[in-house]
């Protein structure tokens, strides 16, 4: 038992030392699921490489029994199989990246909401923000939640009340995360790759990634014309995920400068708890 338990100090990355568990599980959660992300779009881009030389390969097994009939449905399915495998890699792989580059940006977006509600559950004070106090709860719709969902609530809340639905950018989550002081800077490579995720992920999701006029109007060095149809590159991808990445690390930073700062938290740096 006790060599599990130094197995899993040592499974701590350096980046959560100090900080308290509350404030780390989401982001250990994102970086998990984008570790998953990344190696299943790998995996996906070299399964189909191989596959699309299944129809030679079946061939190539036992050439005299391609005229059996259970080699013949076998071979007509490893055709089958080969075609669909061979237009995806013409295509370079571009559904693949479409639906990563979606997933990308829910997970973020599921990265900032989890975290804020975890804040507003934790952190004392957080329920005398200026922002919470302004909005119009009906306490019987409060009430009637689970106690772990009551924070996700009112985090849904709050991002209405700042508009979030209508962002399709980083500044949704920097307004929302504003209402308890965990706004600030972010770098500018960052912030534009991040909102050129936004943007080719909203043309992916209602316009079949079809660029439309606003597209073209946000991401001028995208060098679209209407009604083509994006192709997200591996540099395109690879950067989407890197500046994902860089800002969840945005975030962890102004945990440990709002504790640093806090003069009523004492909490236990390991557990989180006063």
């Not at 190539?60 to 007509?76: C, F, I, M």
Request: charged fraction near 30%; hydrophobic fraction near 40%.
């Amino acid at each position: 038992m006790s060599d599990l338990k130094v197995e899993k100090q040592r499974s701590v990355p350096d980046w959560a030392v100090g900080l308290p568990v509350w404030a780390t599980e989401d982001f250990l959660e994102f970086y998990e699921h984008l570790r998953i992300l990344l190696r299943l779009l790998d995996l996906s881009r070299q399964g189909i490489g191989v596959l699309q030389y299944m129809a030679e390969m079946a061939e190539l097994v036992n050439p005299e029994a391609v005229d059996l009939p259970e080699k013949e449905e076998e071979l007509k399915r490893a055709v089958e199989i080969s075609a669909v495998a061979k237009t995806q890699v013409n295509d370079e792989f571009s559904l693949f990246h479409d639906h990563f580059t979606v997933a990308l940006w829910s997970s973020l977006g599921a990265l900032v909401r989890s975290f804020a509600a975890a804040w507003l559950a934790n952190w004392p004070g957080a329920w005398k923000s200026e922002a919470l106090r302004k909005l119009k709860v009906r306490l019987g719709d409060y009430e009637s939640l689970d106690p772990d969902e009551r924070c996700l609530w009112v985090i849904d809340l709050l991002d209405q009340e700042t508009s979030g639905p209508l962002k399709q950018d980083v500044s949704r989550f920097e307004n929302l995360l504003e209402s308890f002081n965990l706004n600030g800077s972010v770098s500018e490579d960052c912030r534009k790759t991040l909102f050129e995720l936004s943007q080719v992920r909203h043309v992916i999701v209602h316009r079949r990634g079809k660029a439309d006029r606003k597209l073209i109007g946000a991401c001028p060095w995208l060098n679209l014309k209407a009604g083509d149809k994006i192709k997200i590159s591996p540099e395109m991808w690879r950067a989407y995920a890197r500046e994902a990445f860089v800002y969840a690390q945005h975030l962890i930073r102004r945990v440990r400068v709002a504790a640093r700062l806090s003069e009523h938290w004492n909490g236990d740096p390991k557990t989180g708890k006063p």
